[in-house]
Nanobody, 123 residues
Framework: QVQLAESGGGLVQAGGSLRLSCAASGRTFSSYAMGWFRQAPGKEREFVARISPPGVVTYYANSVKGRFTISRDNAKNMVYLQMNSLKPEDTAVYYC????????????????WGQGTQVTVSS
């Protein structure tokens, strides 16, 4: 079992940056693929980025490619999402998620979720 806790959200102006962090519990963190998802009001939760267990392979949603970077530190049981050039449409609650083994871009394939952190981008 892995437990997740996000932090780092907040209010930022368009064009600004934020770095989200996700702390994971458990001894086998390095065996889990990690993903970041987001959910805006009235919308479904959507894929943002994912990273393989060793941190070698990453994938991004087209909407954030080139602006967001996912990374992880397995020694610290942490995963990060660096968000640059933020836009108002990036406003959402951001969630980190864990899946044993290979990663996925589908919400229903991640059994472990954090509580989320709010990101608000003002225009």
């Amino acid at each position: 079992q892995v437990q997740l806790a996000e932090s780092g959200g907040g209010l930022v102006q368009a064009g600004g940056s934020l770095r989200l962090s996700c702390a994971a519990s458990g001894r086998t963190f390095s065996s889990y693929a990690m993903g970041w998802f987001r959910q805006a009001p009235g919308k479904e939760r959507e894929f943002v980025a994912r990273i393989s267990p060793p941190g070698v392979v990453t994938y991004y949603a087209n909407s954030v490619k080139g602006r967001f970077t996912i990374s992880r530190d397995n020694a610290k049981n942490m995963v990060y999402l660096q968000m640059n050039s933020l836009k108002p449409e990036d406003t959402a609650v951001y969630y980190c998620a864990a899946r044993y083994g290979s990663g996925s871009m589908y919400v229903n394939q991640y059994p472990h979720w954090g509580q989320g952190t709010q990101v608000t981008v003002s225009s």
